[in-house]
């Protein structure tokens, strides 16, 4: 039922393939491939279990088990539950919606330096949330507008908006990728710029207050910004994971998929609406936190071998990334830092040593 | 030639037009706007005259306005005094002077960015030269106080080099070497990394925070006169590395493999790219923090213009960045009179809608 075959090329290396026949049908099994997800959600499982127990007030495995259930003391119900609980469903679903996200667009625009920052998702969000956070607490119409309006809704509509602009100014009969990262950077670029004004303007406490917030945080969640997120992602994921057929087609080029029978405008659009979808709802929630939308695909591309990351592996190795740099950054460090910071303290050197080991060049 | 389009049918020939006329098209955007080498002459020097008015302006237009007599007078007569000779040769003559030497730089450094890494978003920040200047910067703050554009001057220069290092001696370390992805994923890892130590210390502390965040902008305001003399030797040798290195990214683009096969010494030619960018970013970030939108930018210009040939992209580069960078700070100091917008604000807000409509209107010539 199952041979497998060695291709060595001149100057290739090409890992052994197992190839599984059953009657008529049969296909490749890339085993690093199917296994990553799964040593993904099993690491993913345990992080996040550990995660609800550690904290200013430890709580043994047991006794997180029972509040769980709901026959736990009263104050560690009201730990785990309400406050860590909310928190590490944030994570997770933030985590996964950005390691998607970066998975999509990386694949879409066939360039690993683009992200949904490159879209200006971040720089759309960030400009709002800043604006709200300096100029919010004013007295005139525009101001009071702007407080009412609040961060998340603030921060989801302007990197919506900034988004769709994106999209509407390199739309000329279809989506180029080489374009819209090109439009996506020129905006982008507006919106940082727009934020280091406001924060050159600001007084140094409104600053600081929005330095936080920019560098990306858990802190304070509740299951208020755990729903919406949760039932954006229910919706999206299905979507983004059956796009990607079409998504191994498009890397080929335009011309090629056309050929090969793919509806080359809409599949780019979804691809690119679902992208930003997923990136706006989890900048909205937890702040634009860095790098894990750039790094994970590439640590994921790299993890499970294969052209392109992988979508299924880079959301959950996004999750534990994020879910786990919060436990870092709770437990380990002596000053409680937003997570936004331990991400990249955490994954920066984990991709330099991918790079470094680096099997084969990818690009 | 008549007879002939006679017998065909003219279905057939209006096609063969439409695709005479499309081919013309394609091969119009691949060479970019001017070809020949005589245009690309003239192109030239009207860019130099057009820096030239760039320079007169920001020479005379500010928060005091001087008429160009003036400042021609001042310029030419040692014997001419009063208030706005001390303005032009104190402040604006400097600031200007600032001005030329970061443009040139970021442009330069830009074009020779995008054409290692092959990858458009190759901005020059990409090998960590930013980054590292802004961890070196913070440190310098946080650590030890000093809080003047001047005093960050070589600590911004060093963490610029140190970064710039370490990106090339990991990007390099794989087994494929240099490739411009892994150089430009080890540049986006490690700028991450000090990012993220820089957030770390700004999160913490609100006094370093508050000098630092009008270093971030990225501005000529406030910086005396030895710092573009400071800066002006590493500067000269990163745009002449720069020049050297032209006609072995156009061997470069063929492929690494081509490039060897033609006789490129392919290590050489990357470390010598590499050493022009880190000294000309370091230099006009260590001058005026890290100003980020001429080096990403300005290259995309004038490959629309000249084509993806280096040697005349190098220079048109250099001398878009020029007037770029002048413009945008004579525009920053008019706005919001009497204060001023930091000139890598107005970068961005002026050349950003610039930029998406010459992206939109024509498809740019690829890398």
């Known amino acids: 039922?199952?041979?497998?075959?060695?291709?060595?090329?001149?100057?290739?290396?090409?890992?052994?393939?197992?190839?599984?026949?059953?009657?008529?049908?049969?296909?490749?099994?890339?085993?690093?491939?199917?296994?990553?997800?799964?040593?993904?959600?099993v690491a993913l499982v345990l992080v996040s279990a550990v995660s609800l127990g550690r904290g200013d007030y430890p709580i043994g495995l047991a006794d997180v088990l029972r509040t769980l259930v709901g026959i736990g003391d009263p104050t560690q119900q009201f730990v785990v539950t309400q406050l860590r609980a909310?928190?590490?469903?944030?994570?997770?679903?933030?985590?996964?919606?950005?390691?998607?996200?970066?998975?999509?667009?990386?694949?879409?625009?066939?360039?690993?330096?683009?992200?949904?920052?490159?879209?200006?998702?971040?720089?759309?969000?960030?400009?709002?949330?800043?604006?709200?956070?300096?100029?919010?607490?004013?007295?005139?119409?525009?101001?009071?507008?702007?407080?009412?309006?609040?961060?998340?809704?603030?921060?989801?509509?302007?990197?919506?908006?900034?988004?769709?602009?994106?999209?509407?100014?390199?739309?000329?009969?279809?989506?180029?990728?080489?374009?819209?990262?090109?439009?996506?950077?020129?905006?982008?670029?507006v919106g940082f710029a727009a934020v280091d004004w406001l924060i050159t303007r600001s007084t140094i406490t409104d600053a600081a207050a929005a330095t936080v917030w920019l560098t990306g945080s858990l802190n304070a969640r509740t299951w208020d910004q755990a729903w919406p997120l949760g039932l954006v992602l229910v919706v999206l994921v299905p979507v983004a994971l059956a796009c990607s057929r079409q998504l191994g087609v498009l890397q080929f080029g335009e011309d090629t998929a056309r050929a090969l029978g793919v509806r080359v405008g809409a599949a780019q659009a979804v691809v690119v609406l679902v992208a930003v979808a997923l990136a706006a709802v989890s900048v909205a929630a937890a702040g634009p936190i860095q790098f894990v939308a750039l790094v994970v695909p590439q640590v994921a591309v790299r993890l499970a071998g294969g052209s392109r990351p992988p979508l299924l592996a880079s959301a959950l190795l996004g999750a534990v990334l994020v879910v786990g740099s919060d436990l870092l950054a709770r437990t380990v460090l002596p000053v409680a830092l937003p997570v936004g910071i331990v991400t990249a303290v955490v994954g920066a050197p984990y991709l330099l040593w991918l790079l470094v080991r680096g099997r084969r060049a990818l690009s | 030639m008549p007879e002939r389009t006679a017998?065909?049918?003219?279905?057939?020939?209006?096609?063969?037009?439409?695709?005479?006329?499309?081919?013309?098209?394609?091969?119009?955007?691949?060479?970019g706007l001017l070809h020949g080498p005589a245009t690309r002459i003239g192109g030239l020097w009207l860019l130099l005259a057009l820096a030239v008015v760039a320079c007169a302006l920001s020479i005379a237009v500010g928060t005091r306005s001087i008429g160009l007599g003036t400042v021609w007078q001042a310029l030419?007569?040692?014997?001419?005094?009063?208030?706005?000779?001390?303005?032009?040769?104190?402040?604006?003559i400097p600031r200007t002077l600032l001005g030329i030497l970061v443009g040139l730089s970021l442009g330069v450094a830009g074009a020779l960015m995008q054409g290692h890494t092959r990858n458009p978003l190759g901005d020059p920040g990409l090998l960590g030269v930013a980054a590292g200047a802004s961890a070196a910067v913070v440190g310098a703050i946080f650590l030890l106080g000093i809080t003047t554009p001047s005093g960050y001057v070589w600590f911004?220069?060093?963490?610029?080099?140190?970064?710039?290092?370490?990106?090339?001696?990991?990007?390099?370390?794989?087994?494929?070497?240099?490739?411009?992805?892994?150089?430009?994923?080890?540049?986006?890892?490690?700028?991450?990394?000090?990012?993220?130590?820089?957030?770390?210390?700004?999160v913490s502390d609100q006094q370093t925070l508050d000098s630092f965040r009008f270093w971030v902008v990225g501005s000529l305001s406030g910086r005396d006169?030895?710092?573009?003399?400071?800066?002006?030797?590493?500067?000269?040798?990163?745009?002449?590395?720069?020049?050297?290195?032209?006609?072995?990214?156009?061997?470069?683009?063929?492929?690494?493999?081509?490039?060897?096969?033609?006789?490129?010494?392919?290590?050489?030619?990357?470390?010598?790219?590499?050493?022009?960018?880190?000294?000309?970013?370091?230099?006009?970030?260590?001058?005026?923090?890290?100003?980020?939108?001429?080096?990403?930018?300005?290259?995309?210009?004038?490959?629309?213009?000249?084509?993806?040939?280096?040697?005349?992209?190098?220079?048109?580069?250099?001398?878009?960045?020029?007037?770029?960078?002048?413009?945008?700070?004579?525009?920053?100091?008019?706005?919001?009179?009497?204060?001023?917008?930091?000139?890598?604000?107005?970068?961005?807000?002026?050349g950003a809608p610039f930029f998406i409509a010459l992206v939109r209107r024509r498809k740019l010539s690829a890398l």
């Open chain 2, 76 to 92: 030419t007569d040692p014997g001419f005094t009063g208030d706005d000779a001390v303005v032009i040769r104190e402040l604006r």
């Open chain 2, 156 to 202: 911004a220069f060093a963490g610029a080099l140190l970064g710039s290092v370490a990106v090339f001696a990991i990007g390099s370390s794989g087994r494929g070497g240099a490739t411009p992805v892994s150089l430009a994923l080890a540049g986006s890892a490690i700028s991450a990394l000090l990012y993220a130590l820089v957030r770390a210390v700004l």
């Open chain 2, 225 to 350: 006169a030895t710092i573009a003399w400071q800066v002006l030797p590493f500067i000269a040798v990163g745009l002449l590395l720069a020049m050297v290195n032209a006609p072995a990214l156009n061997l470069l683009g063929l492929g690494e493999d081509v490039a060897r096969g033609l006789g490129q010494h392919v290590l050489l030619a990357r470390v010598v790219g590499i050493t022009s960018i880190t000294l000309l970013t370091g230099a006009a970030t260590a001058a005026c923090g890290p100003i980020g939108f001429v080096g990403l930018v300005v290259p995309h210009i004038a490959r629309a213009v000249t084509g993806p040939d280096h040697r005349w992209l190098v220079p048109y580069s250099g001398l878009l960045g020029v007037v770029l960078l002048l413009v945008a700070d004579v525009v920053g100091r008019v706005v919001v009179r009497p204060g001023e917008l930091q000139v890598g604000i107005v970068l961005a807000l002026v």
């Open chain 1, 86 to 189: 909310p928190r590490i469903v944030v994570g997770v679903l933030v985590g996964l919606a950005l390691g998607l996200s970066g998975a999509l667009i990386q694949t879409f625009a066939r360039n690993p330096l683009a992200s949904p920052d490159t879209l200006g998702i971040n720089a759309g969000a960030s400009a709002a949330a800043v604006a709200v956070i300096v100029v919010g607490g004013g007295t005139s119409g525009a101001a009071q507008l702007l407080g009412g309006l609040g961060l998340p809704v603030a921060a989801l509509v302007g990197g919506l908006l900034t988004a769709l602009l994106i999209f509407g100014l390199a739309w000329r009969k279809g989506v180029d990728g080489y374009r819209l990262v090109l439009v996506g950077v020129g905006l982008s670029s």
């Open chain 1, 1 to 41: 039922m199952s041979t497998t075959i060695t291709t060595r090329g001149p100057g290739v290396r090409t890992d052994r393939r197992r190839v599984v026949r059953i009657g008529p049908v049969s296909g490749v099994v890339r085993t690093r491939q199917l296994l990553l997800p799964v040593v993904a959600l």
């Open chain 2, 7 to 31: 017998q065909a049918p003219p279905a057939v020939a209006r096609r063969t037009d439409v695709e005479l006329a499309a081919q013309a098209q394609q091969e119009q955007r691949r060479r």
